[in-house]
């Protein structure tokens, strides 16, 4: 079973930040949240991963509360190319259980 | 950077035979490579972890006879379906990982779209 909870679906204007939040309340102290995202059809897409601190890069913003059992990433300025299912992974970074195991993701739809 | 690739994207084939679909990672040395499958509406199931050199580890429930993996080098990974029958009709995905930049990230490859007739 997938140790992240989200929510099913949500949506935003184009343009718009979108937030998409991620449960993680077991999360281990060896283990990083990632986020990846699957548009139809096609092979997960890595957007971002962090351990503790908050972390940017040109796609997005992974923002970790302080005691690490949730976070949400931030799409600055949503397109309608954003829409596809967003997965919440955490995982530890290595040794045997250093897989991604996929839960049912959220799915957000950018409207224009 | 940091690029999968696999081949072929699609494939169709007769009950029984087998298909072989490969992974490869482009840019950099994938020490660890992953298979996973997705059937219809559903999410990615990790079906077995392969590090370069040793045999594949695979998740419960999978065939390892059925579900051949090879990971002979830093660069490919094999997986062959033998004896294919309707129900792994399925889109296989791989995932690479390894070298300096991505040691902690997985990349994964565009997907493989298997239809057994």
């Known amino acids: 079973d997938a140790k992240t909870t989200q929510p099913p679906s949500m949506d935003c204007a184009e343009g718009r930040a979108a937030n998409l939040p991620c449960n993680h309340s077991t999360i281990s102290g060896n283990e990083y949240v990632y986020w990846y995202r699957q548009i139809h059809s096609q092979g997960p897409q890595y957007i971002i991963h962090g351990l503790k601190n908050n972390e940017t890069n040109e796609m997005a913003s992974l923002i970790i509360t302080e005691d690490r059992k949730s976070s949400t990433l931030i799409l600055p300025h949503a397109t309608l190319r954003d829409t596809a299912v967003y997965y919440c992974?955490?995982?530890?970074?290595?040794?045997?259980?250093?897989?991604?195991?996929f839960g049912k993701g959220i799915t957000l739809s950018v409207r224009p | 950077g940091a690029v999968v690739s696999q081949h072929p994207s699609w494939v169709i084939c007769k009950s029984g035979t087998s298909v072989k679909i490969e992974c490869r990672s482009l840019?950099?040395?994938?020490?660890?490579m992953f298979w996973y499958r997705q059937f219809p509406k559903q999410s990615l199931m990790l079906m077995a972890t392969s590090n370069e050199g040793s045999k594949a580890t695979y998740e419960q429930g999978v065939e390892k006879d059925k579900f051949l993996i090879n990971h002979a080098s830093l660069t490919l990974s094999t997986l062959t379906v033998t004896s294919a029958h309707p129900e792994d009709s399925s889109f296989y995905i791989c995932?690479?990982?390894?070298?300096?930049?991505?040691?902690?990230?997985?990349?994964f490859g565009p997907g493989t779209r298997l239809l057994v007739l």
């Open positions: 992974i955490v995982s530890p970074y290595t040794g045997a259980n250093s897989k991604l195991t």
């Open positions: 995932s690479a990982r390894g070298g300096l930049l991505t040691r902690e990230t997985q990349y």
């Open positions: 840019d950099f040395q994938a020490t660890t």
